[in-house]
């Protein structure tokens, strides 16, 4: 990889300058939801330990100086980048940004543009397809306590995509996204718009990678997906920043009547990583399965909230959070399941385990229930422990060193949640992150 020189520090604070970019000034809707983000994140304080909403995280080292976005890589970056994101074969489209700038657009086949499916990225759809983004971008409040942060997405609110599959369309092959950070302390704020029409189809990998593994950066992003009535969605969504960065990923999910919508989150990379996952049910038969793994070692954090919302009867949720811990790493899980009170025969879970592979490591959990109808099935559960002494014995007596035994055991607790993904390649290439990860640590 070409040397790249640091970005500038300290200049975060000309998002207001960024939010009347040229590309923009002739949409002014855009423009305004921009400067609404500025104007909430210049009014917000950071998170301190004693906010409710950030019990148990480190916010003493939360700090948002000395990031900066960066300029655009240089011809031969973006190749090499390019050639590192192909790691789908069967790309319905692919989508590649660095350091927040698009590098490679999306070609679709010609069959799909005729169905009229989209999958642009956002700067493009801001322009082409504004009613759409209007209807859907950034339409539901943050209330997981990361308001702070996405405000000041919403303040640069430029790099991501569009994807929108309309009515009856059924696409089988993924939809691919890969942002990288190559620039030493750059900002990036990818944003990922995904809206399936009624009884549509459509999957979806997103991929977070860092040039170096040892990248610096900050990357605050966030997803808006919507499953209209019948529609599915799938989607994978992964976390590999590089080690010495602090990122936030905001995600709001709604899915309508009979909807099924899938996600499956991993995480192995940044020192600290907070994870904010709602999901909206507001139709009856709405069907929506969260999934999530991370492999946290060293003096990593990862910081999971969500929030399952069910405000229409008759609909399931399902979560199941599963995390392996090595070193001195923290993993927090927080989640909620609110139910209101028409939301009869509701079917909701929640369930949090972790493996400690470390004497050193620390797991905290709580879950949570908040029901305000008569007629439902919900529970939640949390287990955290060490791994079985029993199965590392087997293990280590037939001569599997113990970095490799844990391994193993680690790979075995994760693989219930890799098995969601549903596309081989792609849960493959979350595989081969996590042993590398266990090969760093």
Known sequence: MTAVAPAPA???DAARQS???APFRAQDWFAVLRQQGWHTF??????HRDDEKWRFSDTRTLSLDGYAPAPAPTAAQAAELIARSRLISDAAGLIVHVDGHCVLKPTLAPELIAQGVVFEALEDAVRTRPALLQAHLLKHPVTLGGDKFAALHRAWLRAGYVLHVPKGVEVKQPFVSVTWTLTEGVAVFPHALVIAGERAQATLHDFHLAARPDQRALAISAAD???G???QVHRLAVQAWGAATQSFQVDNTCGERDALISSVNAAVGSRRARLENTVRLDGAGADVRLY?????AGEQEFDQRTLQVHTAGQAKSDLLFKNALLG??????????KVAPDAQRTDAYQTNR???LSPDAEADSLPGLEIEANDVKCSHGATTGQVSPEELFYLRARGIPLAAAQELLAQGFLEEVLAKVGHAEAAEAVRGMLREKFHQA
Do not use: C, D, M, W
């Not at 210049?42 to 998170?47: A, C, K, V």
């Not at 999530?292 to 946290?296: D, E, L, M, T």
């Open 328 to 337: 001195k790493a923290r993993t927090i899980f927080s989640g909620l399941i």
């Open 19 to 21: 939010a009347e970019t």
């Open 225 to 227: 997906i919507h499953a």
């Open 42 to 47: 210049q009014s917000l304080p950071l998170p």
């Open 354 to 356: 972790n493996l400690l």
């Open 229 to 231: 009535p019948g529609a």
């Open 292 to 296: 999530g793994i991370s492999v946290a």
């Open 10 to 12: 300290g200049v975060l």
